[in-house]
């Protein structure tokens, strides 16, 4: 027993310093267990057997299905255009649309998806979306209570309850808890973001999002920008940017290649180009960044003409070429890589304007950067290639208010229909009994149809929206429940707490239960919080000879509800960069949030499942 422990506070140590990787953490913990003797090695690889490790990442294949056809973004614009001019009405609708769309999909995935079209339909009413952005991650989590397969502890705990011998927990078991926690939470955030999230009002712009101009101006691309001709005694003609590599050279960055044919005036042909296997020829102009020495050592060297005179022509065109802002999301393979580790331009065809962090952007020395969770990249380049930057995002990352019609490019719309269809089938076996399909048959069958019908292109594809991470982690540490219950450990804590508050009753025992596991999330995440408090609540609950239903879903209302800071789930660590917050606003808006909906529960729960 005493080992268990040391190794769990060990565990939870590093979990909460967030130096080391959480699933990394999670395997050295079941190796430490089977080393020291208190596990087999059998017991310790059997979290990665389980049922639960099979259905999340299953789950994972059918939510890339759903964003890779467009539904889940095609409900939520349907449903955010209903909002009209009306703030409130906005507020309302987003915080329905999204949990809504969380209660089948990952919170992670839904918030990433809402993001973008939040962002639009924010700017469109010239509001500021930090008002929003919020309430948008919380939405999310708040969602995932409403079915089964909506938030990882909620399968940690149905399973804790059939593997106790307990009558299993439904599909829609949870739904009356996440109908209290949306209204509740919509209700309690109204007045919550308004006191304070209070941001200065924008610009009205277009509903498609974020202007080319003004994202040149935001990123000051336009600051340093030279055009230069090339002539026709140049070496540069016949070469590509890559073979003169000119940036190794110079510290010059070619941001466009322009080549004008054809007639004069509106009968003349532009064409654009920002590949760097694109072959240069005499007469194209050359738009290039970097110091002014650097870029005249380069035009002086390689005879090329600076058109300082021709202001029109020092100006970006975007009639072939684009710019578009990718946020990372916090499970991202960018993370810790540097720019030119990534190869930008080789992988994606797309040059790196700027990095915003927070509230500073990132201008300069850009190769030599490595990226942090929740940084938007400034790209640039052919439109194309930032539709296929974006259908190739999965998990890594999302693309944000790119403009004009290429948002139509990126998802296989005409799957829409198909994709409803296996997410409704896979409802429809879940949550009915007579239908002899098991929970995770029933998943696995929808994630292999996804990939069979075609709403993923490949199997590539469907293992890239797979949350490795969270698997490892998941399948790691079951086996501490395991390790829990074998060496008495689980028994001994819950028999503290019976003995602690057990005489004044079974809602001073849910109440501990409750605050006991709001406290884990404050450090370690959500889906470890549940796997460690879910053996315990049940012991607690038998010793006290009440029903362990209530108990359960404490642990995993509480373990979900977390609010009060910005790295509980990754929801709200998604929103910190694009929303500008600082970890105070989580305490002023989430902490109110969270203790006025475990008032509420500890009074709603017994009353729904009884003691």
Known sequence: MTITFVVLILAAACFVSGRIRADLVAICAALSLVLTGVLTPEEALSGFSNPIVIMMGALFIVGGGIFSTGLARRIGIGILRLAGENETRLFVLLMLATAFVGAFVSNTGTVALMLPIVVSMSRSMGGNPSRLLMPLAFAGSMGGMLTLIGTPPNLIIRDTLEAAGFETLRFFSFTPVGLICITVGTLALLPL??????????????????????????????????ALRISPNTSLCGATPAQA???????????????????????????????????MEAGDVLYVTGSKEQIHLFATEECLAVLSSDKTARKLGFWEVGM???????????????????EFRTRFGLNVLGIRRSDAYLLENLKGRRLRASDIVLVQGPWNNVSQLEQRGGTDWVVLGRPGEQAARVTLDHKAPLAALIM??????????????????????????????????????????????SLILFGAMLPMSVALEKTGASHLISSSLVRAVGDWGPYALLAAVYASTSLLTFFISNTVTALLMAPIALSA??????????????????????????????????????????????????????????????VALPLIYGW
């Open 193 to 226: 973001s308004r006191r304070f999230l209070r941001f200065e009002r924008m610009q009205q712009i277009s509903p498609k999002g974020k202007s080319l101009k003004e994202l040149t101006e935001e990123y000051g691309v336009g600051r340093g920008l030279t």
């Open 541 to 602: 609950a038998v010793e006290q000879g009440v029903s362990p239903v209530p108990f359960l879903m404490a642990v995993t209302v509480a373990a979900s509800m977390c609010f009060a800071s910005p790295f509980s789930t990754p929801p709200n660590a998604l929103v910190m960069s694009a929303g500008s917050y600082k970890p105070m606003d989580y305490v002023k808006v989430g902490l109110p949030l969270q203790f006025i909906i475990a008032l509420v529960m500890l």
């Open 245 to 279: 590599d000119i940036y190794a050279r110079y510290g010059v960055t070619i941001l466009e290649i322009r080549r004008t044919s054809g007639g004069k005036g509106a009968l003349r042909r532009i064409s654009q180009y920002a590949l760097p296997d694109c072959v």
């Open 424 to 469: 409704v089938a896979m409802v429809i076996c879940m949550a009915f009994d007579f239908i002899p399909v098991a929970p995770v048959t029933a998943v696995t069958l929808a994630a292999v149809a996804m990939i069979f019908t075609g709403c993923l292109r490949s199997m590539e594809e469907a293992y890239k929206t797979i949350n490795w991470e």
């Open 324 to 342: 578009a802002e990718v946020l990372l999301l916090p499970n991202s393979s960018w993370v810790g890589r540097t720019i030119a580790e990534l």
